[in-house]
């Protein structure tokens, strides 16, 4: 497996070969125009955190934000309890009682595991009784951190505090159980798949996910999907699980909004819009154009 599954994290989630058919020749922006009868929706590619030193958000998403009534996320970040997710991931993000995470990840991976752990400052202990996805996403969250990642300055952040202030209405695609829950749903063994290839990439460059945000900014799908997208269909539960599904879910809804009279900004990662499976393609499929906004 090649080095892929922080790239992946950071352009789809708190978790295709991507051809850009629909894509104009010159990238100009993370945001595409899709016009309803009576409103426009704004679709734009996110990527969840942003470097601290390079947090601005492109002309294009704030041009969207401001022509725009409600705020639309995949999940809805202005309601969002966090005490509620904690006990969703103590009801399931753990291990079975009595189980331990040495026996679920063999010796020779626990070490490995480990000794990741121990670089980003987490004790083997406080990983145990964790499932392996968990570790998986909190690996690869102190990882960001350490290479100047800011949770609070990712693009949903920073919209959803704007959105607050301006007294705008914020609306999400899924829940936590949806979004989560599909990586709960993984195979054991896929699972464990995650987090070897997630500890195998910690040493990540910063300048290759550097990389992924300049793509990102430039709106750039071939480049994303040269940088991100390669080995997807060597990991087809997860790409399922990741995008195919959520897009699958999350098309009628966007449908629904360009029934509406409103305008709204849609805004999901990156790697959700492109290629065959992308959200662009589906709408297009259905007849709804998307015009690149520069």
């Known amino acids: 497996m090649g080095r892929t599954t922080l790239r992946w994290l950071l352009a789809l989630s708190l978790l295709s070969g991507l051809t850009a058919p629909v894509l104009t020749a010159q990238a100009a922006s993370p945001?595409?125009?899709?016009?309803?009868?009576?409103?426009?929706?704004?679709?734009a590619g996110?990527?969840?955190?942003?470097?601290?030193?390079?947090?601005?958000?492109?002309?294009a998403l704030d041009r969207a934000y401001a022509d725009s009534a409600k705020l639309v996320m995949e999940l809805d970040l202005g309601k969002l309890d966090p005490l509620a997710v904690g006990g969703w991931m103590l009801e399931h993000g753990t291990l079975p009682h009595g189980v331990s995470l040495r026996a679920v990840l063999g010796e020779e991976r626990y070490t490995?595991?480990?000794?990741?752990?121990?670089?980003?400052?987490?004790?083997?202990?406080?990983?145990?009784?964790?499932?392996p996805w968990v570790i998986g996403l909190e690996l690869a969250d102190l990882e960001y951190l350490h290479l100047g990642f800011d949770p609070q300055q990712g693009v949903e952040e920073q919209l959803v505090h704007r959105a607050q202030a301006d007294g705008k209405s914020t609306a999400g695609l899924e829940t936590i159980d949806e979004e989560l829950g599909a990586l709960e749903a993984l195979s054991r063994e896929d699972q464990l798949r995650m987090l070897d290839q997630t500890v195998t990439e910690l040493k990540e460059s910063p300048a290759q996910l550097q990389e992924v945000v300049?793509?990102?900014r430039r709106g750039d799908a071939e480049r994303l999907g040269a940088l991100l997208a390669r080995e997807y269909r060597s990991f087809p539960a997860l790409y399922r699980a990741l995008v195919t599904a959520r897009n699958e879910r999350w098309l009628p809804q966007i449908e629904q909004l360009l029934r509406g009279d409103d305008n709204c900004l849609v805004v999901v990662g990156a790697l959700h819009l492109v290629g065959p499976d992308g959200l662009l393609e589906l709408l297009?499929?259905?007849?709804?154009?998307?015009v690149q906004l520069e």
């Open 284 to 290: 297009r499929k259905d007849g709804f154009a998307a």
């Open 46 to 59: 996110s990527v969840h955190l942003l470097p601290a030193q390079d947090a601005a958000l492109p002309a």
């Open 31 to 43: 945001v595409w125009v899709i016009r309803g009868a009576h409103n426009t929706v704004y679709l």
């Open 112 to 131: 490995r595991v480990s000794a990741a752990a121990a670089e980003l400052g987490l004790t083997a202990e406080l990983l145990d009784g964790q499932a």
């Open 214 to 216: 300049s793509a990102w």
